[in-house]
C-alpha cells in the first residue's frame, strides 16, 4: 500500500510486474487503489485503472484494479477521491457505470461527498458522467440538500441546474410521445378510439 500512498509510481510499476495483488486489503479494507485515491495520486490510480488482458494471451480487457472494492467504511476509490477532492483521480475512476452511484456505510455517493465538502471540480466531473442525483443518504438528504445543508452554494448550484435540465428532456420527450397520437372520442362506444398522427411509415 506504501507505494501508492507516496509517489511511488515506479515502485508500483515493479510490484505489478512481479504480480502483486493489487485488490488486497489492508486491515481498514484498504486497496492500494484506494490508499492512491485517498493520496491524491493520480499517476498511480491512473495504472491501477489500465485495462489489461483478462489473463494470459486473452483479447478480453479488465481494469487491473477492481473499482468496485469497499473498504471498512463500504468507501470505494471513487468515493474517497471525491471526498478529499481529487479531481484527477475522480476522473480515471468514473468509467466503470456500475460504480458511479454506490453508497457508503452512511449511505453517501461519491456526489453527496463532494458537495458535502465543497469539491465543485468533482461535482461537475459526476454530473457529467450520469450519476444518480437523486439517491438520499441515511439522513434522508440527496445531494442538493447535502449542499444546501451545508452553505455549498456552487454545488447546489450545479446539482439544480442539472436537475432543472433532465426535468425539461423528460418533458420534451413526454411530448414528442404524446404528439404522435390524437384521442378521438367515439359517442357511441363505451372506449376512447386512439389515432395515430403518422402513418406507419413515417413511425
Do not use: F
Not at 34 to 60: D, F, Y
Not at 63 to 80: G, P, Q, W, Y
Not at 106 to 123: D, K, P, Q, R, S
Not at 183 to 197: E, H, I, Q, R
Request: proline share 1%.
Amino acid at each position: 500500500m506504501l507505494a501508492s500512498t507516496n509517489d511511488y509510481d515506479k515502485s508500483l510499476c515493479v510490484l505489478l510486474q512481479s504480480n502483486a495483488n493489487v485488490n488486497a486489503r489492508d486491515s481498514y479494507g484498504d486497496t492500494a487503489l484506494i490508499c492512491a485515491a485517498r493520496a491524491g495520486n493520480n499517476k498511480c490510480v491512473a495504472q491501477l485503472v489500465a485495462l489489461v488482458p483478462e489473463s494470459r494471451g486473452s483479447a478480453v480487457l479488465v481494469r487491473r484494479a477492481k473499482l468496485n472494492i469497499v473498504n471498512n467504511n463500504k468507501e470505494t476509490a471513487l468515493i474517497v477521491a471525491a471526498r478529499l477532492g481529487h479531481d484527477p483521480c475522480v476522473k480515471l475512476l468514473i468509467y466503470d457505470k456500475d460504480v458511479l452511484d454506490m453508497q457508503d456505510k452512511w449511505g453517501n455517493t461519491a456526489l453527496i461527498v463532494a458537495c458535502e465538502y465543497g469539491h465543485a471540480a468533482c461535482v461537475r466531473i459526476l454530473i457529467g458522467a450520469d450519476v444518480n442525483l437523486n439517491l438520499k443518504n441515511k439522513q434522508n438528504y440527496d445531494a442538493e440538500a447535502v449542499a444546501s445543508r451545508c452553505g455549498k452554494t456552487v454545488c447546489k448550484e450545479l446539482v439544480a441546474a442539472k436537475l432543472k435540465q433532465n426535468a425539461i428532456s423528460t418533458s420534451a420527450v413526454v411530448n414528442m410521445t404524446t404528439s404522435r397520437y390524437q384521442v378521438t372520442v367515439d359517442t357511441d362506444s363505451d372506449t376512447d378510439a386512439v389515432s395515430p398522427l403518422l402513418d406507419e411509415t413515417q413511425l
